[in-house]
């Protein structure tokens, strides 16, 4: 009896942990189930039966877009095609409220803060200020000059009168601004340990009219001639600095030592006082700027620049300075916080928070691993490197560290770290009301954080922050549009950048084999398949037929390679799809409601000389989408294959 008891509880043990397993890959399930199911319900219902694909595939794939479109339920409602940065605008705007870290709350004060500015009490009206007299309140260095700055932009006998040569340095105002993230006459950046001094790039200049009508608020009641006298000495300053005047005799005779090879600034009082005020702002410790590298960039232009400061009255280098700071904190999009302080953004998004009511952050990386094609060429690369390895050991090739969400750990735990922005962001104390100190707070914090932190170029597809972008991206599009295979264009598009689509041999036999097409089988009845293209439409085909087939390689490598090929025939039987359909229908269903014309005749025209396309629907002969000679095939890969 003790041997069967000790037996039972023993079974117990072995059976409790194995149901909450069971139990938290069910909860998981569900939440890929309920995405997985809706995705591929709206590709079906998206279609039009009574058009076959063989026919008009463009036709066919997006026939029931408008009925979608304006479905009573809310949930069967198909939302048009929004581009990213749409998605993530109403992503971010719905959410923010509910941000939990440090770095999100912040960025989520900043935004509510931002859109208060507009808004006005019924009960209690206040009277509205412009963005100009909030600017003079919340800035501590502008606030001890409100009364002069009241009339600001200063016309000579008003600078004078207000005996404003003592009072408002432009020097220090520059720097002040820039220490806070406000760049007006140089860019100062950071690296790890490194600091960069640029001139600005785009150094902002208007037309005369755009000067003024910048202006209109802040002038509005005073003589309409002022604007005009402003504006003009503005853009005279402005044009000197970007070297688009000839330079004075007194300017030309103190450049002429400065060439395009020094690589030291000239750093007479003017530099030294702008570089002393700046740091001082930041607080940096002598160790630090000590140890720290130089590196100007550019030093003529700087040195030039710089030139046509010294000689022109202060005056008008404060009224630019101040319009370069009045027009950079507008901010007429409140989302542009979003964009600015994305890695805030990221960090707080990385902690899931948000996405773990709809989404499962494992769920999301097979999702990923799905959807995206990105990842592929680096898992291509690898076998092509060690082919004689990957075929005897192809679960070796395998490994994980190639696998997405290994990739994205490792990098999201250095990029994304929450304890180390925490340190740096933790002792802001933002204010209620004041939008434009937090902002500037905020702005000034990611200086100094820079100053410690390697240098990320976001765009660099070998850079964590590139991959971390875009999977965060990919799950916001996931939840605000679920399309199954949405992502699969991301890697279309990124065929379509490649130069491996620069082929001009290519384009001119398509343009002469396209125009053929059109004359052989042109008619009224297959007009919107068949009229006549124009070069760039032309050229547009043979990116998307050359483009496509790379994504649809891409897409057969991944089934072959995650061995998916079974799990994946057998959901998309259900609903009456297959793998070698769903990537036609997936880039089709993009272009649905958008210009239905262009789109139309790209899409067709390189679906029917696509050898994939006639095997996978099986289109007869005598169907229009089959026409006997194809377009854009090219016989050499094709024997090599």
Known sequence: MLWQWQLAMLCLLIIQPSSS???????????????????????????????EPCEDFYAHACGNFGRLAEAEEPEDALPPFLYNKQDRMEFFMAQHANF?????KLLSQLYAQCKARREQHVLRPAPRISHWERMLQQLPFLARHEHALAFWPFLPYQWQRLQLDGQLNWVQLAAQLAAHGVPTLLNIYFAQHTIYVA??????????????????VVLQGRHSQVSRIVAHEMRVLCRGMRGELPQTAAEGSSTESTTAAQQQLELDSNTMDYFHYFFAQLNFTEQQLSEARKLPLDVARIGQ???????????IVLNYVLWQAQQQLLYTDCFALAQEFERLLHVEYWQWHVFRSQLQRDVAFAMYQLHTTRFQQLRRSKLNRRDWYGYLLPQEVERRELQVARLLLSHAQHYLNLSEHELHYGQLQLQPHSFYINLLQVRQAQLRHSFVSPFVDADDVQQPAYFLRHFLHFVQ??????????????????WRRSRLLEDTDGYYTA??????????????????IYRPLAYHEVDEVFKFYRSFQAALRDY?????GERFLFAEQFVLQFFGLDEH??????????????????FAAQLNRGYMNLPEFQAAFNCSGEASMNPAAKCMINQCEKLTK
């Open 21 to 51: 397993r069971s139990e938290e890959s069910t909860e998981s399930g569900r939440f890929f189930t309920e995405i997985y199911k809706r995705n591929l319900k709206q590709i079906v219902e998206l279609r039009n039966a009574t058009v």
């Open 100 to 104: 939990k870290t440090l770095p999100g």
């Open 199 to 216: 001139s600005i790039a785009n150094l902002p200049c208007p037309t005369l009219q755009g000067f003024r009508q910048s202006l209109g």
């Open 305 to 315: 620049m710089w030139q046509v400061l010294r000689h022109t009255e202060p005056r």
């Open 477 to 494: 599009l996931t939840l605000q549009r679920p399309m199954y295979h949405y992502y699969a264009t991301q890697g279309l598009e990124l």
């Open 511 to 528: 343009l002469d084999c396209l125009e053929r097409q059109t004359e052989q089988h042109y008619d009224v009845a297959l007009q919107h």
């Open 556 to 560: 057969r490598f991944w089934l072959q």
């Open 581 to 598: 359909r769903v990537l036609f229908y997936a880039v089709a269903q993009q272009l649905c409601n958008r210009q239905d014309e262009i």
